[in-house]
């Protein structure tokens, strides 16, 4: 059975910093380009950050480039997305996704709230 549990989560002050993870189980992860994806309240479903086999390919939306850094363990089947610099428009629901020859897997997510 594949998993992808995403933890990190949680209630952080502007300016403040999470690091997220996304362990995978079931799956031979190391061939998985995984994607961090995130949802807002009231927002549509977003592609925050993505990166493929091998870690060599990242790609990031406009809005968080230069304050989060995605990154991959393969020994560990871990993806992980080391935010900075938090903003209150972070606020989402993060869950990471995994991607290899139309086989596609998503996490149930973690949220993260930015407010003082």
């Known amino acids: 059975q594949v998993q992808l549990v995403e933890s990190g989560g949680g209630l952080v002050q502007p300016g403040g910093s999470l690091t997220l993870s996304c362990v995978a189980s079931g799956l031979m992860f190391k061939f998985y380009s995984v994607s961090w994806y995130r949802q807002g ?12 086999r091998g870690g060599a390919d990242t790609n990031y939306t ?6 989060f850094t995605i990154s991959r363990d393969d ?7 080391q ?15 995994a991607m290899w020859r139309g086989f596609f ?7 993260v709230t930015v407010s003082s």
């Open 105 to 111: 897997y998503r996490g149930q997510g973690t949220q």
């Open 83 to 97: 935010m900075n610099s938090l903003k209150p428009e972070d606020t989402a629901l993060y869950y990471c996704n």
């Open 62 to 67: 406009d809005s968080v480039k230069g304050r």
């Open 41 to 52: 309240p009231g927002k549509e479903r977003e592609l925050v950050a993505s990166i493929g």
């Open 75 to 81: 020994v560990r089947d871990t993806a992980y997305l």
